[in-house]
């Protein structure tokens, strides 16, 4: 009995798929072991790397914490990607970092909000799939100009310089840490050195045991030898405080995180924030910024996924889902939370089956902000520092940035050159808008070079046209960028010629741009006296010259199918065979 295919239309992409598709398929007691095991791993990898991304991004690390258990459950549950752990992640820090230096942390949070509003948006108008349609070589320059911002934010706390406060302008940041160079500390390098070192030896070891983990514990160790001989190095606790209802401290609150509205948190200024439409415009271009590349970086992490565990995700949930998390996460002190490629990676290595991974991981980052607050505490900067070095470099992706510059075509090299020169000294705004502007602009070259005109002296079919007719075949797509080039060659035609044939059939798709052009070919030769006969378009483009108002005409104009319909017109239209011959 065949199934009945009802007319296709929109269908709404239903929040939580990913879950509900782990346990429709049937989920055991197995199963859950491995997620809980997963999501362990990823819960200790995600506590040093959630507080070295709130840091770099200018804020206290408990933001991160925060951003990891409340954004990693929600997104896990109503996300459209069985294993995506989201959280925060390096790719946003040169976006964050200059909002939270203009607009202070509640400036951070409201952008977060308007980020995941207009996630949600992009994923009911279903427009998930168009994400891919964002070139290679721009992804490729600004992650790899991220890279290169993150690693020179982490200079003043690797060298222990003094009195440097870091603004979101790369030349005046590399001014500012050349002038302070005199204060560098050398107990901070060696401590930076010795996590350093430890971060780049221990994968080689194989062991279970994360390499974040170990690197800051090290690099601990060594800040309290160096405490046992009178040298202080700063720490967490050092560097940051807390209040909480009547209550204070130093380094990360021991609470679990609150509800608290995102304006009654600071602005650049310390006070909290006021909203007005000033703000809102303001921030504005930014959640555009941090919505588009959360959109990237989810669904290029869902898709790695997917080649290692042969599963699909679901593009328009996955962003419906990191749209509620953005929305929800600034009601609790989290900033902007993404898929992490490295932590999703690891958890399907780690053997998760499910979400349910996901919120183990949130679990275990909700259980170390509570039970080991004090320990974490004791971790110094410069540690924190040599880990972003070591996420710096992973997404900066070097090798491939060297290779594509040796082996792909000028052009795509000057788009990556320029993103990549854009992000580092600009924005990464300002370096997507112009990279994906670039590429757009070498594509639609590309396109128009691809089409063309020629006139034919004898169709490759065999048919025999009259010597008053010109034919032409048109090659490749008609739209703004070569229906110009493409028709211009019609103008110029000999003064015997009276019908002009036009071969379509090798036409993909026309333009209104096409049509108009067409249009106004028709109207030129039809003043000369001139016929024009359009051969193989398909009915849709037919349509579309029909509503245009390019209309069949006897003895001036006609679309047919084939060109020996057209060779019969043309002789009927010169007097030279009967109409019942035509037929």
């Known amino acids: 009995m065949s199934r009945v295919h009802r007319p296709s239309g929109y269908v709404f992409p239903m929040p939580g798929s990913a879950l509900l598709s782990a346990w429709r398929e049937g ?7 491995r997620d809980v095991l997963a999501g362990l791993t990823i819960g200790v990898v995600a506590v040093p790397l959630s507080m070295a991304l709130a840091i770099a991004t200018g804020v206290p690390p408990q933001h991160g914490l925060y951003t990891a258990i409340v954004a990693g459950a929600v997104i896990a549950l109503a996300g459209g990607s069985r294993f995506n752990i989201s959280g925060p992640t390096a790719a946003f820090v040169v976006i964050l970092f200059p909002i939270v230096a203009n607009h202070g942390l509640g ?6 909000f308007m980020a995941g509003a207009i996630l949600v948006a992009l994923g009911l108008s279903r427009l998930g799939s168009l994400i891919q349609y964002v070139p290679y070589p721009v992804i490729l320059g600004f992650t790899a100009g991220i890279g290169v911002v993150i690693a020179l934010l982490q200079l ?15 030349l005046h940041n590399l001014m500012l840490i050349g002038q302070a160079l005199p204060s560098l500390s050398l107990a901070e390098i060696s401590v930076g050195l010795v996590t350093l070192a430890s971060l780049l030896v221990w994968p080689r070891l194989k ?59 600071p602005g650049a200024d310390g006070t909290p924030l006021v909203i007005n439409l000033a703000l809102i415009q303001a921030l504005l271009g930014p959640a555009l910024a941090i919505a588009l590349l959360a959109a990237i970086e989810s669904l290029l992490c869902a898709v790695v996924a997917d080649g290692l565990t ?30 992490a490629l490295a932590r999703t990676a690891t958890n399907v290595k780690s053997g998760a089956c499910s979400p349910i991974a996901a919120l183990v991981h949130a679990l275990v980052v909700l259980l170390a902000v509570v039970a080991l607050a004090g320990v974490l505490g004791f971790v110094p900067m410069a540690a924190l520092a040599a ?35 854009l992000t580092v000294v600009f924005d990464m705004v300002i370096a997507v808008a112009v990279g994906i502007g670039l590429a757009a602009a070498l594509f639609i070259r590309r396109m128009a070079q691809l089409t063309n005109t020629q ?49 379509m059939r090798d036409v993909p798709s026309l333009d209104t741009t096409a049509l108009v052009a067409l249009d106004t070919l028709r109207r030129e030769l039809g ?12 009915p849709r483009m037919a349509m579309k010259l029909k509503r245009a108002g390019i209309r069949r005409e006897a003895g001036k104009l006609a679309v047919v199918s084939h060109l020996t319909h057209a060779a019969r017109m043309a002789r009927r239209w010169l007097g030279r065979e009967t109409p019942a011959k035509a037929k």
Not at 228 to 257: C, H, K, L
Not at 527 to 538: A, H, N, R, W, Y
């Open 527 to 538: 003043e000369q006296g001139v016929g024009v006969i359009f051969v193989g378009l398909p």
């Open 27 to 33: 989920y055991s007691l197995g199963k859950f072991k």
């Open 156 to 170: 003043p706390d690797f060298l222990g310089l003094t009195g440097v406060e870091l603004g979101d302008s790369t």
């Open 310 to 339: 042969r599963t699909r995700h679901d593009p328009n949930v996955e962003l419906i889902g990191q749209g509620i998390g953005n929305l929800v996460v600034p009601f609790f002190g989290g900033i902007t939370a993404t898929a």
């Open 387 to 421: 880990l972003l070095f070591i996420i710096a470099w992973n997404m900066s992706e070097a090798r491939h940035f060297m290779h594509t510059l040796r082996s792909a075509p000028a052009s795509d090299v000057s788009v990556l050159v320029i993103c990549f020169a």
């Open 207 to 265: 062991t279970p045991v994360p390499a974040p983990l170990v690197g800051l514990a090290m690099g601990t160790l060594a800040a309290s030898l160096l405490l046992m001989v009178g040298v202080e190095v700063d720490t967490i606790a050092s560097r940051f405080s807390w209040e909480y209802q009547g209550e204070s401290g130093n380094g990360i609150p021991p609470f679990a995180p609150s509800f608290i509205a995102p304006w009654h948190f």
């Open 455 to 503: 006139r034919l002296a004898t169709p490759s079919t065999g048919e025999h046209f009259p010597p008053e007719v010109a034919l032409y075949k048109i090659s490749g797509p008609l739209f703004f960028g070569a229906a110009e080039k493409a028709i211009a060659t019609l103008r110029v035609i000999d003064h015997s010629v009276r019908i002009v044939v036009l071969d």
């Open 107 to 112: 400036g951070l949070l409201i952008a977060t």
